[in-house]
């Protein structure tokens, strides 16, 4: 059957399209996709505006017009940490459902890391042991541990790409303080964390999914993505640490000619960059592998499980 997976994240609106069936893997089929930031249109209450909404509104209508298009047969809508962190949560969801017919499910930032762990383990298989799997998304962070298919442990910190930027990172380039504060904040809040894993014993292999990671494995010699899922990919944290200056005194402008960068993403690459550096090291970690597979899969996996299971 053909399934659609509507992700109103914190950066991007995306229906993903995908064939899939209870035992075999999924095919993607179709993407659609449109830039919102909805964590950077938070008033100074936290809450998303009307123009927000609008424009949230307008990109769902267009997604329901690309899934009927591409013959979807059930549709799995699902928001993350821009939509779940705003003061007015319920009524943006209320409006939304009223007039669009979408009812969103708002994801704990708990069921974001099981979920993209879940997508992880797939990829890799059984004979991956023990995974630790990283994700850096544009409201959070996502931290999974675990040797099944259901993490031991799984965490959410509100370390995301745009979040941080916004919040943190206003120059262009930015101020080099500002930067020394965000990675002091960074290194902070990860390393409350890692208690929760390291007991856990270290992992056989470290995975890191989300657009972020991709991009940074790409500047640091990666293959491109036109070369398929298929391909290895993998990121060094020597090359990462090599980066980080690097992109540190570079422009919004300078950052979206680099190699693998799109233009909306490349002013919010530093700030992940940080992340990813910061959790590389305070985890031990000299190279994560990278992963095709992330949370929209996760959703897709789950219900053919329940699929298959009635």
């Known amino acids: 059957m053909r399934l659609g997976v509507l992700d109103v994240g914190s950066n ?28 950077e249109l938070l008033d100074e209450a936290g809450a998303i505006g009307p123009p927000g909404v609008d424009k949230l509104v307008g990109v769902i209508q267009e997604a329901l017009q ?29 409006r939304v459902q009223a007039e669009t017919g979408v009812d ?19 990829w890799f ?3 991956a042991g023990k995974l630790l799997v990283l994700d850096i998304g544009g409201g959070s962070l996502e931290i999974a541990y ?21 919040g943190w990172l206003p120059g262009d380039p930015p101020d080099p303080e500002a930067i ?17 894993f390291t007991r856990f014993g270290p992992p056989d292999h470290v995975v890191a999914t989300s657009k972020t990671f991709k991009q940074l494995a790409r500047l640091a010699g990666a293959a491109r993505s036109a070369e398929g899922l298929y391909v290895e990919r993998e990121l060094k944290r020597e090359s990462l640490e090599a980066w980080v200056p690097r992109l540190s005194g570079m422009t919004t402008a300078e950052r979206a000619d680099l190699p693998g960068v799109s233009e909306g993403r490349a002013g919010q690459l530093l700030a992940g960059a940080l992340v990813a550096e910061g959790a590389m090291d305070l985890f031990g970690v000299e190279t994560v592998d990278i992963c095709p597979w992330a949370l929209r899969e996760g959703v897709i996996l789950r219900k053919l499980d329940h699929m298959g299971s009635v």
């Open 12 to 39: 991007t609106v995306h229906l993903l399209v995908m064939d899939a069936h209870p035992g075999a893997c999924p095919l993607p089929a179709h993407s659609h996709k449109a830039e919102l930031r909805l964590a």
């Open 66 to 94: 690309a899934a009927e298009d591409k013959g979807v047969e059930d549709l799995l809508p699902f928001a993350t940490s821009a939509v779940r962190e705003a003061s007015n949560a319920d009524d943006v969801l209320a």
């Open 104 to 122: 969103l499910q708002v994801l704990t930032g708990s069921e974001e890391a099981r979920l993209t762990f879940l997508a992880a383990r797939r």
């Open 125 to 127: 298989g059984w004979s």
């Open 146 to 166: 675990g040797m099944d298919e259901e993490p031991d442990a799984a965490v959410s910190l509100p370390l995301g790409a745009g979040r941080l930027t916004a």
């Open 180 to 196: 020394r504060s965000l990675r002091r904040h960074v290194r902070a809040q990860i390393a409350r964390t890692v208690g929760e």
